[in-house]
């Protein structure tokens, strides 16, 4: 596998992402717009944008969301960007992380200075069926989707594969899920902004309102074990075991090393990046780890430098609670097999050892897919800066990581980012 | 605009392609293996497959042309080369050259030293409508679509300026056309390997052969102004002067300079790259010019350090037999307004000054469009070494050049290409 010197550092200077939800009036351009000034305002030095040389755009299929290809030039547009480079990447869900890692390497090469990196989706325009028909393109389509799977279907696969191998239960998952909303519910900026609790009571609110009669929750894991609450998706995924459809734009300026400080007071060093690729599902010899994953954060710790233990925090793809699971095994964080328990123990948690998706995660944050790889990447700069408010972790924190996924790891990428005052 | 120095030089040591053309039982995964089997063939000293660190896709929408997303980790698959790095790169129908660029970019970061570029794009599964919809997507689908355009109608509004500015006349653009299917019909990968005079004897035999009244066409000339031989599609622009839809892949291998050597016996030195992007055509100041190629070309030879003279051929953008003409004027090899001339004095046929599409170009070689920007490719490699049988310029040729086009100019890539020894 490769891993290679690259000719120059990159450095991160702003971060900027709109809102993730679902917006019915809105585009895609207008959510890349709002993501963009909200970057150029996060430079602590100022930007001239007339500095700026390139705009790479994660993003997965701008083609079936909205019916509209070659998206790159017309983001370009909407920002005052044209007649600059503008590219267009995509693997899947994994297109923002491959943004980033296609827009180090265009800074490395020499060719330029200063790029933007961004990710964006619009996935809410489709009817619900048509976009879980959408994202199954992200399968090996020539095969996977005749067996009748679609991706709640392969996580589930993936799931029970975990609970018997290891011995985690449903209820392993339903903590993820409490735990991401809970860290969702202090970002402004997330989707469900809400935690699963109060979104229990909303509910027993709402049907006093209404007269009818109030169900007797006990608790969050009495409310995600009620089939009408929480109903089952692909067994054992709920509906609260999965992200949701999202809209949402992220966008991060980049600049080589020696001109960090030039932009910002507190630049964020990227010293980290990984990348590979497998076959489809059914072609691996394991359920339980994602293989690429492994290598891909393999890459990314020897060019740091670093190990599993260096990393104070993490952003990872859970696109599914059992994925994010799965990640911090992958990512070397817990030995495999005990992902879960440290997750049950609550290590993962905010005020916990290895705290993971601090933003929330996809589950809570939303999952707008070709721009969670750059969503992530917001929230370690937020984190490493001590900006990221009620949710910020104490202490002074050295290294974040982002974990971004397509398909089922068909894609992975891993990136390690470093704070060096 | 960015025009850096490389940290490093790219050498091209390998090429392969697909045959082009209409191929109903193979899938764009058939149509890369073909490709990416001639391109391992192609390397003089031979490459083992182990020493490959990465690959990049060009593909406009295997997403609405076979309903699959996230291909560049299946390309992966189906070559062998998981579990490399598997990039997807999109810029409507300059994807493969976009792809290009980002190989290039990526050796010169110092990440990999050695990369497969390629692009794919499978049209022949929709029908004809469906396909003409796809490809207006790479329009801006909020404003151009609803004012009822899809790209023949651009490209024709393109041709009328330039006709009105410049005195072009239809049978200019037929003149194109009829150069560009003369050395396709010289290429056994081309699509259409026939010339149009003998396509008009074909047709004429045919009618015998049914015993219906056999057409009086005098010439190729009087075969072209045939409405029902040549149809009008968007006037001037008739059957003749548009592209085709089209299957295909192409694959070319990219070391590093100081690895040329190694694979090589006769490499090819990649010393131009430029890139540029424009808002929609509406939103220009001129439509006899597309912006972004003047932008990219001038960066391209900057970089090389040459001018336009220096270029002993180039293989251009012909979507339309129009845009060959622009293309041949924003390249700088004719003045604005002398490209049509230089066309109709035979300046760009094969043994002109300026040999232009030696290949045939998108015209007769075929358009299955993420692929055509490394089909260009695969020309100047054949004829900058002397392998391109029939149809090869005389002469030793030093620098040759590939233009590839997204829209009508939302994006433009250049490459400049020489040979040393």
């Keep these: 596998m490769p891993n290679h010197k690259l000719a120059r550092g990159v450095a991160l200077v ?20 709002e993501a963009y000034v909200e970057m150029l305002e996060s430079v602590d030095l100022g930007i001239n944008p007339k500095e700026i040389e390139a705009l790479y755009v994660g993003n997965y299929s701008c083609d079936l969301f909205e019916g509209q290809g070659h998206i790159a030039p017309i983001m370009a547009s909407w920002t005052g960007l044209n007649p600059l480079p503008a590219v267009r990447v995509e693997d899947a869900c994994a297109s923002a992380g491959l943004a980033l890692r296609e827009g180090i390497l265009a800074i490395a090469s020499g060719m330029y200075d200063v790029v933007v990196v961004s990710g964006v989706e619009k996935m ?19 095969y996977e989707i005749p067996a009748g799977f679609t991706f709640p279907g ?4 993936m799931a029970t594969a975990y609970m018997h ?4 239960t449903p209820e392993t998952f339903m903590r993820v899920g409490i735990k991401n909303h809970q860290n969702g519910s202090m970002n402004e900026k997330a989707q469900f902004g809400a935690t699963i609790s109060s ?26 074990h009620d089939d009408r609450a929480n109903p089952i998706i692909a067994w054992p995924m709920r509906l609260y075991d999965c992200s949701p459809i999202s809209d949402g734009a992220a966008v991060v300026l980049l600049v080589s090393e020696d001109l960090a400080s030039k932009y910002s007071r507190n630049p964020i060093y990227i010293t980290g990046t990984g990348q590979a690729s497998d076959g489809a599902l059914h072609d691996r010899q394991i359920l ?4 690429s994953a492994r290598l891909a954060a393999n890459q990314a710790y020897q060019m740091a430098g670093i190990t599993p233990a260096d990393i104070d925090f ?3 793809h859970d696109c599914f609670t059992i994925a994010e699971i799965i990640a911090t095994e992958d990512l070397g964080f817990f030995e495999p097999g005990k992902g879960w328990i440290a997750a049950e123990q609550g290590d993962t948690s905010r005020i916990g050892p290895k705290p993971i998706n601090l933003s929330g995660g996809l589950k809570s944050k939303g999952h707008p897919v070709g721009a969670s790889g750059v969503g992530q990447v917001v929230e370690v700069w937020k984190q490493l800066r001590g900006q990221a408010g009620e949710r910020q972790v104490p202490g002074k924190l050295r290294y974040g990581l982002t974990h971004n996924v397509g398909g089922t790891g068909q894609t992975c990428l891993v990136h390690i980012f470093e704070r060096r005052d």
Excluded: C, H, N
Excluded at 154 to 157: D, G, T
Excluded at 165 to 168: E, H, L, M, V, W
């Design 154 to 157: 392969f996580y589930a696969a």
């Design 14 to 33: 702003g971060a900027g992402m709109s809102k993730f939800g679902a917006f019915k009036g809105k585009t895609s351009r207008d959510l890349f717009v």
């Design 165 to 168: 191998a290891y011995g985690a």
């Design 124 to 142: 809410t325009d489709l009817p619900t069926e048509k976009v879980t028909d959408t994202l199954a393109t992200a399968a090996d389509v020539q």
């Design 288 to 291: 339980t780890s994602i293989p």
């Design 314 to 316: 993490a952003e990872v």
């Design 199 to 224: 979104m229990m009571e909303g509910r027993k609110a709402s049907a006093a309102k209404k007269g009818l009669p109030i169900p007797e929750w006990k608790d969050e894991m009495d409310f995600l």
